[in-house]
């Protein structure tokens, strides 16, 4: 097999990283749903976990799906989820084909910037080290969420830091 699947290419919401060839790209249904999720729980904070895959040469990411958790603590300030109920969907997941992965997280600002707070930043460099998740360079989408606006942003743990990908349209 190999090759494109239609998923890779319903894609709506592209990024890239400036001065580097990196890309995520995120599938259409997937950005309804975070949205869908992201109202339903307004004002409050909500998020989950995004799943996909990289390209043979681990540029472009595709997100494929996103995974609710089962359990979170959610205010209009805050969002924490709880791993439990997470690991059987993740290896239910790895035995797909192709094979999909724990890329990083999504979670709402609502009336928010896109920009990651301490605890984000934080988050994203716990997980960069965490053995509970193999992945050295966890992305992130923050969306900042009103009745009347939306906005995208994505960014990554990359060479010790953290660096924010410009959106495409
Ligand atoms: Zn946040």
Redesign the pocket.
């Known amino acids: 097999m190999g090759g494109r699947t239609s998923n890779e290419l319903k894609t709506v919401l592209k990024f890239k990283l400036a001065n580097t060839d990196l890309q995520v790209k995120f599938q259409k249904a997937v950005v309804s749903q975070m949205l869908n999720k992201g109202k339903s729980h307004y004002p409050n904070?909500f998020?989950g976990i995004l799943i996909g895959r990289y390209d043979e040469i681990r540029k472009v990411a595709y997100i494929h799906y996103i995974v609710n958790p089962k359990h979170f603590k959610a205010s209009p300030a805050f969002?924490q989820r709880e791993t439990k109920g997470l690991e059987q969907k993740l290896i239910d997941l790895h035995k797909q084909t192709p094979s999909l992965y724990y890329l990083g997280e999504w979670?709402?600002?609502p009336n928010?910037s896109t920009s990651?707070?301490t605890?984000?930043i934080n988050?994203l460099i716990t997980l960069s080290k965490s053995e509970q998740v193999s992945i050295d360079n966890p992305l992130?989408l923050?969306i900042g969420l009103s009745p009347s606006k939306i906005n995208f942003g994505l960014y990554i743990y990359l060479d010790q830091k953290i660096q924010k990908y410009e959106q495409q349209h």
């Open positions: 904070e998020g969002f979670h709402t600002h928010g990651p707070s605890t984000d988050t992130m923050i």
